[in-house]
């Protein structure tokens, strides 16, 4: 897969997931394998007005192979301005958030609302192509409760997307109920830019399902949640390595850029995540979860993972 001057290999992209997605994350994921590494989404609108929120989270990994930031809104002219800020310029690629379900975003017209809207999505797509000089893609969903993917994908690629991914559910369905590999494949089959598959993908099986859908490249979310190594997995190598060894690698990272105290707040849904499937830890995650120390946090986890 080719885009623009950038060459995939293996095609394997991490999600932009909201308050997962940090730079330790992103970090661990791309030592596995994840080639394209997503930004958590940024809001265009707050990137004119409030910066500094904005900055941390567009911190990256020299690490991270190809670097795509994305930005959600629903003013034309803002996402525009939000493509030319300083703050994405150490991004190889721009990416629009056109299905993200969380209610508040869908309520304030942006997200997956704008799947209701194609024409303001389109003229989203051609004022950030005007602005940009990088390539821009655009994830989406099927729609907001059937299937609209194949006029959707079909506009993006008229607007000048250099290529857009599909997470197979409606904005409806959320995270509930199973992708449809049929719509990845019909898109897949109908455009002539690259079509990137989301949904599901959780081990070797899941991606050989995804790659018969003809898609040109494979986007890993949830599946990835406390299992950074399932980029190699996929590829039909195991994981024999040491997982605490990861965890403080995925934890170091962040220890440069913010204090221990939200850091033991943020890292519980991490190291909980790390955890699913280990023997035994049922009785130890109450405690990861309520704890306020950090220090006994990883204590628990080196008796956990070791």
């Known amino acids: 897969m080719k885009i623009g001057n950038i060459d995939f290999e ?5 999600a932009p997931m909201a308050g997962v997605s940090d730079v330790g994350f992103r970090q661990v994921c791309s030592n596995f394998g994840a080639e394209g590494c997503y930004s958590e989404m940024l809001s265009a609108r707050a ?3 409030n910066p500094k929120k904005t900055v941390l989270m567009t911190i990256t ?3 991270e192979k190809v670097k795509i930031g994305q930005i959600f809104g629903h003013e034309p002219s803002v996402m525009a301005k939000a493509v030319l800020n300083p703050l994405l310029d150490k991004y190889d690629i721009i990416d629009i958030n056109m299905g993200c379900p969380a209610p508040k975003i869908v309520k304030n017209g942006e997200g997956g609302a704008l ?3 194609i024409l303001l999505a389109e003229k989203i797509i051609k004022e950030c192509v005007k602005a940009s000089s990088r390539p821009l893609s655009v994830k989406f969903r099927l729609g907001k409760n059937s299937d609209k993917s194949l006029e959707f994908g079909r506009m993006c690629q008229e607007a000048g997307a250099s290529f857009v991914t599909l997470h197979a559910r409606t904005v409806e369905q959320g995270y509930s109920g199973k992708a449809d590999y049929e719509a990845i494949a019909r898109l897949s089959q109908s455009l002539s830019i690259p079509v990137v598959g989301n949904g599901d993908v959780v ?11 003809g898609v040109s490249g494979v986007m890993i979310g949830r599946g990835a949640q406390g299992r950074p190594w399932v980029f190699q997995e996929v590829m039909g190598k195991k994981f024999k390595g040491d997982k605490m060894q990861v965890v403080k690698e995925h934890l170091e ?6 204090d221990e105290g939200w850091l033991t707040l943020y890292m519980r849904k991490h190291f909980l995540w790390y955890t699913q499937g280990v023997q035994g830890a049922s009785e ?6 309520t704890s306020g120390n950090l220090q006994q946090s990883l204590q628990i986890l080196q008796q956990l993972l070791k």
């Open 10 to 14: 293996k095609n394997l992209f991490l």
């Open 253 to 258: 990272v962040l220890r440069k850029y913010y």
């Open 61 to 63: 990994s020299p690490k």
């Open 47 to 49: 990137m004119m007005h």
């Open 115 to 117: 799947m209701e809207n």
């Open 284 to 289: 130890k995650r109450a405690e990861i979860a």
């Open 203 to 213: 081990d070797e099986k899941s991606y050989q399902n995804m790659l018969k859908t």
